[in-house]
Nanobody, 115 residues
């Protein structure tokens, strides 16, 4: 069994920064893709950023240039550095990892950006 634990969500003013973390634990043979998604109230969950095992990244247009996804394979952890935050970034952020060829989701962490 694999568990994901997210951390880093908080209340921040517009223009501020936050760093989210998602650590996987359990019996792990391989972690393929890692990603972050978010869901704002009344909206569908949307892709924020992904990173492959080789380090290739992909970002939603709305966060390009402001957010950076990275991974530490030794720690089985994925990060999301969020800079220049905007009120429209307010959402619950979920990590998604493909571990041992299965899909896992974190419990979600709340990010609130005040104007």
């Amino acid at each position: 069994q694999v568990q994901l634990v997210e951390s880093g969500g908080d209340l921040v003013q517009a223009g501020g920064s936050l760093r989210l973390s998602c650590a996987a634990s359990g019996i792990i043979f391989k972690i393929n893709a890692m990603g972050w998604y978010r869901q704002a109230p009344g909206k569908q969950r949307e892709l924020v950023a992904t990173i492959t095992s080789g380090g290739s990244t992909n970002y939603a247009d709305s966060v390009k240039g402001r957010f950076t996804i990275s991974r530490d394979n030794a720690k089985n952890t994925v990060y999301l550095q969020m800079n220049s935050l905007k009120p429209e970034d307010t959402a619950v952020y979920y990590c998604n990892l493909v571990v041992n060829w299965r899909d896992y989701w974190g419990q979600g962490t709340q990010v609130t950006v005040s104007s």
